[in-house]
């Protein structure tokens, strides 16, 4: 059975950084998509932002371009969300993900392996 665990995540004032990670066991990742989601507390969980197979495309929700940066490294299978000037509307858990399909989706439905979450909390 694959795996994705995330961690990373923490309380940090507004303005602050922080760096989550996704590392993935058990199955082969990095030869799928693979995206960021966060739900905050009743909310719906949201897509973030995705990696494509490879490294060299990016895609981010609007809120947080400019901010938040995803990259992976495929021979650690991980993923990285690197989140800068964050703003307390981006607590929420975060999720990584695995996009089983074959392009990009911001579709929970397209993702089938989910990491546990790691909270990010954000304090004003």
């Known amino acids: 059975q694959g795996q994705l665990v995330e961690s990373g995540g923490g309380l940090v004032q507004a303005g602050g950084s922080l760096r989550l990670s996704c590392a993935g066991s058990?199955?082969?990742?990095?030869?799928?998509?693979m995206g960021w989601f966060r739900q905050a507390p009743g909310k719906e969980r949201e897509f973030v932002a995705a990696?494509?197979?490879?490294?060299?495309?990016?895609y981010y929700t609007d809120s947080v371009k400019g901010r938040f940066t995803i990259s992976r490294d495929d021979a650690k299978n991980t993923v990285y969300l690197e989140m800068n000037n964050l703003k307390p509307e981006d607590t929420a858990i975060y999720y990584c993900?695995?996009?089983?399909?074959?392009?990009?989706?911001?579709?929970?439905?397209?993702?089938?392996?989910w990491g546990q979450g790691t909270q990010v909390t954000v304090a004003s």
């Open positions: 993900a695995r996009n089983y399909g074959t392009t990009h989706s911001r579709r929970l439905e397209q993702y089938d392996y």
């Open positions: 058990g199955r082969t990742f990095n030869t799928y998509a």
């Open positions: 990696i494509l197979w490879g490294g060299s495309t990016t």
